[in-house]
């Protein structure tokens, strides 16, 4: 079964620095693509980073140059460095992965961490 947890989260001045931990059980991690998102209140989640088995990471505009999603296979964990946060980052971060979980194969999620970016 697989099972991610995150961590990390809290709040942060606008132009600070966060970094995400999400740490990965129950999965050959090295052969997963792991992916973060994030949601707001009312609002779709959307995709902010992903990090294939090979290390090609992609992020959505908006962070682009700010994020950095990284993995370590040894530890089974995958990052998100957030640097230069901005009020309108703050939002519900969540790892994903597409595995076998909730007894089907789909998309798997952690139970998130606030990260809020106020002064």
């Known amino acids: 079964q697989v099972r991610l947890v995150e961590s990390g989260g809290g709040l942060v001045q606008p132009g600070g620095s966060l970094r995400l931990s999400c740490a990965a059980s129950g999965i050959p991690f090295s052969s997963y693509i792991m992916n973060w998102y994030r949601q707001v209140p009312g609002k779709q989640r959307d995709l902010v980073a992903r990090?294939?088995?090979?290390?090609?990471?992609t992020y959505t505009d908006s962070v682009k140059g700010r994020f950095t999603i990284s993995r370590d296979n040894a530890e089974n964990t995958v990052y998100l460095q957030m640097n230069s946060l901005r009020p309108e980052d703050t939002a519900v971060y969540y790892c994903?992965?597409?595995?076998?979980?909730?007894?089907?194969?789909?998309?798997?999620w952690g139970q998130g961490t606030q990260v809020t970016v106020s002064s």
């Open positions: 990090i294939t088995r090979t290390g090609t990471t």
């Open positions: 994903n992965t597409f595995a076998f979980c909730d007894g089907r194969l789909g998309d798997c």
